[in-house]
């Protein structure tokens, strides 16, 4: 099974109030990725997990933060939504590090009012 | 930082032809290239991906990579409705842990 799994899959959310999304997978990956993507728009790397360790990208250090409690769930949480998060959340893991298969989620569309 | 860029935006192509994309990326010290693809609604699936300057072939779809040139391709031989997609190129940075993608490119084939 390559599932990836995303909830909820439309968020619905006010400017200034938090956001939690939540990904999981069921095959034992090491590594998993949360991803931004706006229309038109490149996919945006903002954070991903190897095992433990959280790497944050330089340029949304501050507007993302990520939990991994166990090695199948990993959560996205937005502090103080702002309107410019609105956007489809990618999450995708992969067994190894970037040079390996990601596969991903159906993703989760947020729009923030 | 890293670029990759994709061209074209789209792209219409009429049933049994071939289809083209390119990828171009900024980094010479890329190690791995690769192509996923997205029909609507779903989520992202890889296609394809090379480590090594040449040619790779699966099936219809064959990759060419040319360091060098900073440029690597996606080819559709015989291309089919089902084919109809978005195209993802990424390339691997941060020294191999992550992957960095290009914008896409719509693909529509027409029956």
């Known amino acids: 099974d390559t599932t990836v799994k995303q909830n909820p899959r439309y968020k619905l959310a006010r400017v200034g109030k938090p956001v939690n999304l939540i990904c999981s997978q069921t095959?034992?990956?090491?590594?998993m990725y949360w991803y931004q993507k706006k229309p038109n728009q490149a996919p945006k790397l903002l954070l991903f997990y190897y095992d433990k360790i959280l790497n944050r990208e330089a340029d949304t250090f501050e507007k993302f933060q990520s939990s991994r409690p166990n090695n199948s769930f990993c959560s996205l949480y937005i502090g103080s939504a702002g309107l410019e998060y609105s956007a489809m959340y990618l999450c995708?893991?992969?067994?190894?590090?970037?040079?390996?298969?990601?596969?991903f989620g159906p993703g989760t569309r947020l729009l923030v009012l | 930082q890293q670029k990759v860029q994709q061209s074209p935006e789209s792209l219409i192509v009429p049933e049994g032809a071939m289809t083209s994309l390119n990828c171009t990326f900024s980094d010479s010290a890329s190690q791995y290239f690769a192509w996923y693809r997205q029909h609507s609604g779903k989520a992202p699936k890889a296609l394809m991906s090379i480590f090594s300057n040449g040619e790779k072939e699966e099936g219809r779809f064959t990759i060419h990579l040319n360091k060098a040139s900073l440029h690597f391709s996606l080819h559709i031989r015989d291309s089919q409705p089902s084919d109809s997609a978005l195209y993802l190129c990424?390339?691997?940075?941060?020294?191999?842990?992550?992957?960095?993608f290009g914008t896409g490119t719509t693909v529509s084939v027409s029956p």
């Open positions: 095959m034992n990956h090491d590594t």
């Open positions: 990424a390339v691997s940075y941060q020294g191999g842990r992550a992957l960095i």
């Open positions: 995708a893991s992969s067994r190894g590090q970037g040079e390996d298969t990601q596969y």
